[in-house]
């Protein structure tokens, strides 16, 4: 049991860490995100569209800054230099900052409240994220 336990965890090790990282990459967005409202808008669950910019790009900003770090040393072990992936990175994550803006202001818009929202939002930009990591970022055939 253990011994098939080690296996699976070998043959999807790179998915399995991604989760773990985009987990914690999520909670230190949210919490940004969801201070960020506290202090500025006072907490309010039904943004206006200014607002949800705001929140999103604070959101984003601080997701960035935390996985690229650690995509680059826990999920891809890339070695190449800083200087040629991260540049990618950001301009990845840009993508998936507007499908998070687009994806927030129409799910709030027809009356989806903030955390719902983000939650749905959250599904469908780790996604995007991994595939344009795995793709465009940290490519091994690139090496």
Known sequence: MI?????????????????????LTTVVA????????????DNTMYPTPYENTVL????WTAGVIFAYFTNRRFV???????????PRFVLSRVSTWILDV????????VNINLLTATLISAVLVT???YVFSKLFVFN???D
């Open 140 to 142: 091994k055939k690139e």
């Open 30 to 41: 949210w919490a940004a995100k969801f201070s960020a409202n506290a202090l500025l808008f």
């Open 56 to 59: 999103s790009t604070i959101n």
């Open 127 to 129: 996604i995007s994220n």
């Open 102 to 109: 687009v994806v927030m202001q129409v799910l709030t818009e």
């Open 76 to 86: 891809f072990k890339s070695k190449k230099p800083m200087r040629k992936e991260a």
């Open 3 to 23: 011994q098939k336990g080690k296996e699976l965890y070998r043959k999807y090790e790179e998915i399995i860490v991604y989760l773990i990282v985009g987990v």
